[in-house]
């Protein structure tokens, strides 16, 4: 499978995580191209942890091209709670899945890895030969390492096995359809339903971690999905590709950039009690214009989109 012979009207394309937040979007951007089967997976289909469960995937669906997307991932509150059961599943899932990969002859694997595997004080912006110069940042690295194994393991396989497989380096995703959840979502869905919920209930004041110095950098899913996809058809190699928008906020001034879109008029707390994470976050997004991607959606437009989409489907009910 070449970048000059991939079609989409031929490929079964299975997704792992595939009925998730970013898969939901994989799986439009597939249909979108013509993709000829699509299978979006669920743990309640195939759960990776367990084995054999990803070589029953590979005999029983037969694809020609597997999707990893599948996680278990959280916020910094998820990660502190379960550093262990972070550690041992996403190692387990990413291990068995790429083993299962090679034995079955998978013609192409592209898997999601995370911004949590770059050393905690890498340059910035994070280059990809970086990623080995130093450890993660200590409230997500067992979920870092984790996912960084896949990239050992791909270029050891296809330098071993000649497996065709790709790890992408992601930063923090967001926009409609993420996770809401206060106990395990990451902090654009909590600022947005902390300023929704606060300002339909008239609260004067809403909490938030750290102390706002920390600097992240986003992309929207439906970005990354794209970026996904252009590796599915451009890119066969097993070096590591970071995908991203190529800016950087402070935590400071994305909680008021949410507060005043969605208008909430209150005060900001913030909980210098609580981490702040790692302390900053940007990617170089150069080497991934090699296979033609580049982020699409201004962050002011995505964070509209999501707040929108939070008010039509989320508040009615819920309570922090």
């Not at 409230?139 to 071993?160: C, D, F, H, I």
């Not at 869905?189 to 902390?194: E, G, N």
């Not at 609260?203 to 102390?211: K, L, R």
């Amino acid at each position: 499978m070449t970048p000059n012979s991939f079609s989409w009207p031929a490929a079964r394309v299975a997704i792992t995580g595939g009925t998730g937040f970013l898969g939901s979007y994989v799986v439009e951007g597939l249909r979108a191209r013509g993709a000829g089967e699509i299978f979006p997976l669920a743990s309640r289909d195939y759960d990776l942890v367990r084995p054999g469960s990803a070589e029953k995937m590979l005999e029983e669906l037969q694809p020609t091209l597997v999707i990893h997307l599948a996680a278990r991932v959280g916020g910094i509150l998820a990660n502190q709670k379960n550093p262990g059961r972070f550690f041992y599943e996403n190692l387990m899932m990413g291990t068995q899945l790429i083993e299962a990969a090679r034995t079955h002859r998978l013609p192409k694997l592209v898997a999601l890895g995370t911004i949590c595997a770059y050393p905690k004080f890498a340059p910035v912006p994070f280059k990809e030969e970086d990623i080995w110069n130093g450890y993660p940042e200590e409230t997500n690295a067992p979920y870092g390492l984790a996912k960084k194994m896949m990239l050992v393991q791909s270029q050891a396989y296809r330098e071993q096995y000649g497996l065709n497989s790709c790890v992408l380096f992601p930063v923090n995703l967001y926009g409609a359809r993420d996770n809401f959840d206060l106990e395990s979502s990451h902090v654009i869905p909590a600022l947005i339903r902390k300023c929704v919920e606060a300002q339909a209930r008239g609260d004067a004041e809403i909490p938030v971690w750290g102390d706002g110095s920390a600097s992240r950098e986003f992309l929207h899913a439906r970005d990354a999905a794209e970026g996904i996809l252009l590796a599915c058809e451009r890119y066969d190699s097993s070096d590591p590709v970071n995908l991203g928008a190529g800016f950087e906020i402070t935590i400071r001034d994305l909680a008021e950039l949410i507060q005043r879109l969605t208008g909430y008029t209150g005060r900001l707390r913030w909980d210098t009690s609580r981490p702040n994470g790692q302390p900053r976050r940007k990617l170089d997004v150069e080497k991934a214009k090699a296979f033609g991607f580049s982020a699409r959606i201004g962050f002011e437009e995505g964070l509209r989109e999501t707040i929108d989409w939070y008010r039509a489907h989320q508040v009615k009910g819920s309570r922090s």
